[in-house]
């Protein structure tokens, strides 16, 4: 059991080593005269102020792709697994959730509100965004999961993901 135990911690140790600091690693190093490492107090969650600070970089441009309105406009976008994907990487511990999904009187569109919560260590916050879906927009998938994916990229802008896709025609 003691090496089971022992194991587990280096693995631990190892998992986090990745995204610790280097005064962190330092930190984390076995001592000969205990079998569990120091882990860094800093873990997976971290201040609200670092998670922002990482969402608000530029995404790279190899994961953005564009959409061809029938108007002649092309669009950029975030495809929401890899919005999902991010949030996951840059604020592990967050959470999403569809508040209500509303269907207009002639059925041909849907809107649905989406929000995200982001837990930090010394706080916890959240956006909401909607997203609206008709039965002529073009692509793969039925109206609620078009609404509620681009309700959840929005919601997601609104911590700043992606929202330099928004700005740039503006330079």
């Known amino acids: ?3 089971r135990s022992s194991v587990l ?8 080593s990745f995204s610790a600091k280097a005064s962190d690693r330092e930190r984390m190093m076995f001592d000969s005269d205990r079998e569990t490492p120091e882990l860094p107090t800093s873990g997976i969650s971290r201040p609200l102020c670092e998670i922002l600070k ?13 959409r061809h309105e029938p108007n002649g ?12 994907r991010i949030m996951n990487l840059h ?18 569109s849907v809107s649905v509100v989406y929000r995200v919560t982001i837990y930090g260590t010394d706080a916890e916050i959240y956006r909401e965004s909607t ?27 609104r911590f700043g993901l992606g929202l330099h896709l928004y700005h740039e025609d503006m330079s």
């Open 1 to 3: 059991m003691a090496l």
């Open 9 to 16: 911690n280096r693995v631990r140790l190892w998992q986090r």
């Open 54 to 66: 990482e969402l608000n970089k530029k995404v790279p441009d190899s994961l953005i792709k564009f």
């Open 73 to 84: 406009f092309s669009l950029k976008y975030i495809p929401w697994h890899i919005v999902n």
């Open 91 to 108: 604020a592990p511990e967050w959470s999403g959730e569809v508040r209500s999904i509303t269907y207009s009187s002639d059925g041909k």
């Open 131 to 157: 997203g609206t879906a008709s039965v002529d927009d073009p692509g793969y998938g039925d109206l609620v999961q078009k609404a509620e994916g681009m309700a959840f990229r929005r919601a997601c802008a």
